[in-house]
T-cell receptor, first 114, second 111 residues
Framework: DADVTQTPRNRITKTGKRIMLECSQT?????MYWYRQDPGLGLRLIYY???????NKGEISDGYSVSRQAQAKFSLSLESAIPNQTALYFC?????????????FGSGTRLTVV | LAKTTQPISMDSYEGQEVNITCSHN???????ITWYQQFPSQGPRFIIQ???TKVTNEVASLFIPADRKSSTLSLPRVSLSDTAVYYC????????????FGSGTRLSIRP
């Protein structure tokens, strides 16, 4: 099983619909992140969480919300999806205890809003 | 905010050594330098991380000069499977919001 699992892998939804992307990890890491990647561009940070009770906005949080249900689970919600939220979404984890900053990424969720 | 600058693209041939340089003039004292590799439709994969001088692992070397304002990822004897986008990141473990991926360097390896 993958260390960081994202579901679904692909999703097509209609404008205005609410959608949730889920992420779970078996790394035992305390830190989790959601990134968005648009074609030909780098990754942009949406939200991040350093522990279960900690939620922080990233560069592009507008239109998104998150929930850290447990140390191993971090979900991303689009309350009312719009076409420009069509992108590849990645969940990542890292371990604060190592004093370094190596991420482990999931395989991504390709979201299309029509 | 430690912004990084990398070449947009690079080309090389199988068997060659490839060096990708990243500039990070505003690097902070507690920032590490980390490189990632990304294949199409996959999440980035950690390659190597360093703080100063030279770090080497089984896939790459990372060279960091004394002033730490730049770093060079060195890939020895590349193969076609090294074709990917490479990202240079600068940041400390307490500053997630300042970890900026940028657009990376698109490396193309030819036979």
């Amino acid at each position: 099983d993958a260390d960081v699992t994202q579901t679904p892998r692909n999703r097509i939804t209609k404008t205005g619909k609410r959608i949730m992307l889920e992420c779970s990890q078996t790394k035992g890491h305390d830190r989790m992140y959601w990134y968005r990647q648009d074609p030909g561009l780098g990754l942009r940070l949406i939200y991040y969480s350093f522990d279960v009770k900690d939620i922080n906005k990233g560069e592009i949080s507008d239109g998104y919300s998150v929930s850290r249900q447990a140390q191993a689970k971090f979900s991303l919600s689009l309350e009312s999806a719009i076409p420009n939220q069509t992108a590849l979404y990645f969940c990542a984890t890292s371990d604060s205890g190592q004093g370094s900053y190596g991420y482990t990424f999931g395989s991504g969720t390709r979201l299309t809003v029509v | 905010l430690a912004k990084t600058t990398q070449p947009i693209s690079m080309d090389s041939y199988e068997g060659q050594e490839v060096n990708i340089t990243c500039s990070h003039n505003n690097i902070a004292t507690n920032d590490y330098i980390t490189w990632y590799q990304q294949f199409p439709s996959q999440g980035p994969r950690f390659i190597i991380q360093g703080y100063k001088t030279k770090v080497t692992n089984e896939v790459a070397s990372l060279f960091i000069p004394a002033d730490r304002k730049s770093s060079t990822l060195s890939l020895p004897r590349v193969s076609l499977s090294d074709t990917a986008v490479y990202y240079c990141l600068v940041g400390g473990y307490s500053s997630a919001s300042k970890i900026i991926f940028g657009s990376g360097t698109r490396l193309s390896i030819r036979p």
